[in-house]
T-cell receptor, first 108, second 114 residues
Framework: AQRVTQPEKLLSVFKGAPVELKCNYSYSGSPELFWYVQYSRQRLQLLLRHISRESIKGFTADLNKGETSFHLKKPFAQEEDSAMYYCALGAAGNKLTFGGGTRVLVKP | GAGVSQSPSNKVTEKGKDVELRCDPISGHTALYWYRQRLGQGLEFLIYFQGNSAPDKSGLPSDRFSAERTGESVSTLTIQRTQQEDSAVYLC????????????FGPGTRLTVT
């Protein structure tokens, strides 16, 4: 069975500071990992996926299979980054398994 | 084009009543998913449709929960004899097809059972 763990429920940082959201997963096969984001009063949306190896809105995430982690990082947080972030794992069976979410608050 | 829509946006019902939640996926998306999000918790998978068949119903919490889908279109999630623990936001998502993990989410239906 697959499992996704986001150990931090809340991350509070000042604008311009780095932010890192932790995500660990358990899955015996080759997973696909995603970060989804939900801004206030908006619907959940895809932020980035590991297979794209892209940077979106300044965020990057690297899949570390040895540590079974997919941490999300941004070197300089902005106030508009304040949101709820969910790490998700896609594996056999088509469904996504989500972590519990991390609320990010960027203070001015 | 239009995104995933869900109705109603809010539903308050009395314990023991049945409720139906509706999801309209993005046109052309063959895969459709239902999730539940309880307050302060992550998303919990309920059921997955490919076309109008449901190859994965593993997340339905009890036989009070059922879902159907008409072709590659509308889906309804029905909860019979609602209980207070059913209170949650029910989210629907769709994607282009199997193993296309980029899922597009609807705004959700907030269900409150009193």
């Amino acid at each position: 069975a697959q499992r996704v763990t986001q150990p931090e429920k809340l991350l509070s940082v000042f604008k311009g500071a780095p932010v890192e959201l932790k995500c660990n997963y358990s899955y015996s096969g080759s997973p696909e990992l995603f970060w989804y984001v939900q801004y206030s009063r908006q619907r959940l949306q895809l932020l980035l996926r590991h297979i794209s190896r892209e940077s979106i809105k300044g965020f990057t995430a690297d899949l570390n299979k040895g540590e079974t982690s997919f941490h999300l990082k941004k070197p300089f947080a902005q106030e508009e980054d304040s949101a709820m972030y969910y790490c998700a794992l896609g594996a056999a069976g088509n469904k996504l398994t989500f972590g519990g979410g991390t609320r990010v608050l960027v203070k001015p | 084009g239009a995104g995933v829509s869900q109705s109603p946006s809010n539903k308050v019902t009395e314990k023991g009543k049945d409720v139906e939640l509706r999801c309209d996926p993005i046109s052309g998306h063959t895969a459709l998913y239902w999730y539940r999000q309880r307050l302060g918790q992550g998303l919990e998978f309920l059921i997955y449709f490919q076309g109008n068949s449901a190859p994965d119903k593993s997340g339905l919490p009890s036989d009070r929960f059922s879902a159907e889908r008409t072709g590659e279109s509308v889906s309804t999630l029905t909860i019979q004899r609602t209980q207070q623990e059913d209170s949650a936001v029910y989210l629907c998502a769709s994607s282009l097809g199997p193993r296309r993990y980029e899922q597009y989410f609807g705004p959700g239906t907030r269900l409150t059972v009193t």
